[in-house]
């Protein structure tokens, strides 16, 4: 098996209010990438996903802290560094950004600046971590756009963003990212916003740029489906805990933790009319961070909650190979199993 | 908020409607008092308008009453407690008396404080009869000294020994009403045309939009200074204070109406009003009955903060001369006499009248933000 | 673009127009027409009336036939250069005010220059450092500056200086570069004079940049392009200075349409009491001594001067913004 490029170990990040208590919005998180693989993180919005894979490249905003937890980011042959201990806006935290790691965003309009071309947006990127001239940057901006599928790449990158449609906005958002043919692409939703051939299209393209590119993929989103399709690894996160994380494969076949069984049931099946069954919505509403229960956050929800859910964390265990989950009903078993 | 009190409140009975905007009232003035700023703006307003409609009864002197004697007299202050020379105390307000100086180098009489002497001050002073308000008589002054001979200046004399705090006074009430009756004036065309351009759109809205672009980007104290010198050098004190307002609320009346007609055009396609129209109401009565009303406190707020423009430029005009003339007083005129350098390098109390109107400005602007906020049921 | 300009220059040009009619108007309100002033003038001077000059005049100015011929007349000359004669100068007009409009154009251009390299860095910095202590003081100072009239502050600032150093402000020049030909000691000389009406002529027009531009940008420093930009990797002042500021100046450049109409409002009565040899004062004077074609002529030129950079700054805006620049939006 390759080396990892990137651990995160027992990350946490709280938000500071001056109003209210702090709230720690993800905890004790471990998520591990490997180069040519994809890890999708699931969860509903709020779940803290987006905070996770901002807290990568410390893009929080300055109300955020992250009191403990490391963010090894270790490219092939280098010693690891921890980015977790960088500051924002260092050298070195500069020099892994765009360059080692990169980012697309689910808003391609919003996230592209409306007064600069597609193309000076691109080539910035080129020019930041390369040195190279305008001209050489230009060229590699055009061959990216060729190679994202926009067509009339040439022409294409003296459009500024209102001009392109959004599938072929996000085509651009994907060719900055790759500018600098990083290790590690986070996709942040980056199909929510478009519509449904489109999503399929964009997909199909990332699929096809990391098997080229051999680059590490976190993938971020709340559709099921899309993580099916796209993703070798999942990780489920419900209200900052990874409720459960293992291969795609073995998560959808046999989910363990109560949410993510709670999620499967949720998903719609195709069936013939006959066998239709009503489909199955979790029970209740996701609780305000603040009014989260001390240990598992799902119990409030859970239709297995019992004694110690409520007050005490379940720890990480082991399910099956590189397949974990946290949830009390496990350890029991195994406690159990053991007796 | 108040779109949606008013959309409930539109469709509902006269009664409930009635009781609905008393709550809308009340809601912004919860929201107001929040706004500390703005509630001690409001306050400091309150007071300045205090004392512009009882100037008779505070102003311890006669604005006009001068003496040669006192040209230039520095501020005398207000005391309130001092030491004989025996170490006793003495409370009670009084100021000291003026000895006159020979300066060595100008070879200049100079007026001086003299610290030794002490004019009793007394409330409730008696004085000559006189009509408060130009309405109610009366013969007793808020204070003044035992003796009435002895000068009093506690912020200084002007250059024919005016007593400038009388005359700040009275200037209040001059400049501060200036500023009301400009803004009512302008508030009276501002919402007939802008309420006429917003409710009913078309030409006649393209047409008063244009004009009210081309007042906006005119420069406008050449303009006003234009209009106001072909004022009748012979009209009086009523007629150049009337023509004055109309010059000012000439141009104030566009910002106005662009407020006015903003609000109708969002209102016009409101569901309540559209529900009211489609109940056959006539448009006078869902203007005046359904519009209104729910704009009502954003008019109250832009007339707030269009009052500051008016002082200023009632200020602006009369300090070049061009605005109200010599035996008005107002801040304006009075600001006239620190013009001069020298003058001003003399006495300069003169000045005074200056920060009256930064303090009036300052506390009006703050008030009106706090209405406006408060008002704005989508802001915060 | 080019469609842009042509829409922007015919609203220019129809503005002028009705700028040209006020002026005119302001010209024809005092009682009495321009003749019997010229007439009771040199009458008082003792001068001889010679009746075939005041034919010549009655022709030229179209006295006595309608509004609109008068007019007419009037702006053909104003066309071509001819503003009408000063009777108190006894001199065209013209040749009165370029040289004090110049002057004007000057303060005011210097004016607006002062205000974007105060406002920018105050600005920026307030939103940025969002509630801190220099953003506290900003926003003190810039409720202050938008109260204190320019005048009084004027008023102020001279009599500090008298007070403190012992010198009178006031003028553009010393009197010994008053009339000389352009230099640098006499750049330096001006400098030396311009920056207190400039300053006082910028104060206000800073305070509200500087609000604007703060609350724009804490706008735009929410948007998510900026944290693309931070992931590029580029250093956090120039994700700044080249996303968020650059966004947050484009409605800016809109205000600069009422601002300038308010700052040559301001710099005509900072003229008179900083006596600047600007074109104000002789406004003043042309207007209390009812000189009303060289008060219409500086009235005119005074508008035309702010419909013009009204334009400019319109221009400006759609050139740096390519929404309106390509006419979406």
Redesign the interface.
Known sequence: MTQPILRIEDLSISFSSPDEADIEAVRQVDLTLTPGKTLALVGESGCGKSVTA?AV?R?LDANARIPHGRILFQPEGSEPTDIARLK??SLAL??????QI??I???PM????????IGDQID??VL??ERVNRKQARARTVALLDQVGIPGAKERADA?P??LSGGLRQRA?IA?ALACTPRLLIADEPTTALDVTTQAQILDLLRQLQADFGMAMLFITHDLGVVAEIADEVAVMYLGDVVEQGNVFDVFRAPQHPYTQALMNSIPKMARKADRVRLNPIKGTVPAPKDRPEGCAFTSRCPHAFGPCASERPARTVVGEGHHARCHLLTRQTEEALA | MAETSMSTSGAAAARAKRSGRESQMGLMWRRFRQHKLALASLWIVVAFYVVALLAEFLAPTDPSAYSARYTYAPPQGLHFIAQNDDGSWVFGPYVNGYKTEIDPVALRRTFVIDEEKRLPVQFLAPSKPYLLAGVIPMSVKLFGLENPRDPLYILGADRLGRDLLSRLIHGTRISLSIGLAGVTMSLFFGIIIGGFAGYYGGWFDSAVMRVVEFIRSMPTIPLWLGLAAAMPKDWSALQTYFAITLILSLIGWTELARVVRGRFLSLRTEDFVTAARLDGASDWRIITRHMVPSFTSHIIAAATLAIPGMILAETALSFLGLGLQAPIVSWGTLLQDAQNIRTLATAPWLLTPGICVVVIILAMNFFGDGLRDAADPHGR | MLSFIIRRTIVMVLTLIAVSIVAFAIIQLPPGDYLTSYIASLSATGDQVDPRVIENLRNQYGLGQPFYIQYFKWITGVVQGNFGHSFEWKRPVWELIWGRLGNSVMVEGLAVLVMWLIALPIGIYAAVRKYSLGDYLATIAGFIGLAVPNFFFALILMYLAYVWFGTTMGGLFSPEFETARWSLPRLWDFFTHAWAPVLVLATSGTAELIRILRANLLDELKKPYVTTARAKGLPEWKVILKYPVRLALNPLVSTIGWLLPALVSGSVIVSVVMNLPTAGPMLLRSLTTQDMYLAGAIILLLSVLTVVGTLISDILLAWIDPRIRYGSK
């Open positions: 901002r490249l893009l924002p806006d500069r020099a892994i950004r765009g360059n990169a980012m965003f689910q808003e919003s996230s592209l600046s409306p007064v600069h071309t910035e990127m930041i971590h500024y209102f001009e958002m900055m």
